[in-house]
């Protein structure tokens, strides 16, 4: 009698609303996994008997997180001996008293599977928000071409041999960019991620290397910790097809839809798909507003919030000319009008020259096609007015 009587007082209490809801995973930090070609490996090693140290800077904190890596791009496995991850301080170096090993089903090694990727066990950390954090992956045997993401922006450390968090970590190369690692998550009653589909503005081309300045940093900074804010931008890539890595419609459920403890979804994508076109502009339109409904149509089924962005400008870029710009107008007019998005975020009002509509402020870009930091912190400070609701 007394266990049922204990279970009505929990029933009761739950519908109230004065039990708390179940921990769950939210996503702190995320990349979109990429096949790794020639030029995108290191150039001395394919990571074979080498220990790799990369930094990431994490949105969310808890204290409780667990690793996401993958192998999905590969056709062979990798061989992972051992990953650890601490608080990151300058260059490779690291806080060795943070330091912890991940786990995989209790073991300290892993073998991932072609085109497989898998989590860590749930582990006890004092994640900080905000913080940049080190992880350091010991490989065994690797494939031929990695699974990577091209644009980390941060700089990643090869060591050969094993690495041990209480010994130097001796580096033989440095290069740009992330290998096997795609997302950590954090436990959180509460908290929620908002995920971002986009290209290289979003991947942070024209941003510092190692400053954490791309308009998602910005966006993460202002809402200081209170959402995830995962970056699944890519270099190159287009919306529909062509361009490079796998386009984002057909990323979409992997990489956005996902991830852990999603609530909204940004859709920044299209201007490669109009500056790689050579005809048949008017399809080109049509084709990208079909994919941002069946996109956003996706995100609501999964009852998610969907954001869209307009287009940014891209004037005396290399991929100016006034059929590209007809359709940018095009495109970005159907997504101020729209109802099949939630919101709109006009990137395209706030950097572009008032008194040259198709051109990039000259103070926000380099190249008149991507934004520079001073760039970047007005997207990321625009983006937050509608994103902390």
Not at 42 to 51: A, E, I
Request: charge should be positive; charged fraction near 25%; proline fraction near 4%.
């Amino acid at each position: 009698m007394k266990k049922i009587a204990l279970m009505l007082f929990a029933c009761a209490l739950f519908a109230t609303g004065k039990v708390s809801a179940q921990p769950r995973w939210v996503g702190t930090w995320a990349t979109a996994p990429e096949y790794t070609g020639d030029g995108d490996m290191p150039r001395t090693t394919n990571l074979t008997d080498c220990s790799l140290r990369q930094i990431v800077r994490v949105s969310l904190g808890g204290d409780k997180l667990r690793m996401q890596l993958s192998n999905e791009f590969s056709d062979e496995p990798v061989e992972i001996k051992a990953v650890y991850i601490a608080d990151a301080l300058d260059s490779c170096d690291i806080q060795t008293k943070t330091a912890r090993y991940l786990t995989f089903g209790g073991k300290k090694n892993v073998t991932i599977a072609a085109k497989q990727a898998l989590f860590s066990d749930e582990m006890a950390y004092n994640l900080r928000p905000l913080q940049r954090l080190s992880v350091t992956v010991v490989y065994g045997k690797t494939p031929k071409h990695a699974t990577s993401h091209r644009g980390s922006r941060t700089t990643s450390y090869i060591m050969n041999g094993v690495s041990k968090p209480n010994k130097p970590f001796v580096t033989t190369e440095r290069l740009d960019h992330w290998y096997n690692i795609a997302a950590i998550d954090i436990q959180s009653e509460t908290k929620q991620a908002i995920a971002i589909l986009g290209n290289s503005i979003t991947d942070g081309r024209g941003s510092t290397t190692n400053a954490q300045n791309r308009w998602p940093d910005f966006l993460a900074t202002a809402l200081g910790g209170t959402k995830g804010v995962l970056n699944l931008g890519i270099g190159g890539n287009c919306i529909v097809r062509g361009g490079l890595s796998q386009p984002g419609r057909e990323r979409f459920d992997r990489d956005i839809l996902g991830q852990r403890g999603v609530s909204t979804v940004v859709i920044f994508e299209g201007v490669n798909d109009i500056g790689g076109s050579k005809k048949n502009y008017e399809e080109v339109a049509e084709v990208l507003i079909h994919t941002y409904k069946e996109l956003a149509a996706k995100a609501h089924k999964a009852g998610l919030k969907v954001y869209g962005a307009t287009i940014t400008p891209f004037g005396k870029s290399f991929y100016w000319d006034y059929y590209h710009e007809a359709v940018r107008m095009t495109v970005n007019e159907w997504i101020r009008k729209t109802d099949a998005f939630d919101a709109v975020i006009d990137f395209d009002l706030i950097v572009r020259d008032p008194e040259n509509p198709s051109q990039l402020l000259e103070e926000f870009s380099d190249d008149w096609l991507h934004l520079n930091p001073n760039g970047y912190a007005k997207m990321g400070e625009y983006a937050t007015s509608f994103l902390k609701k």
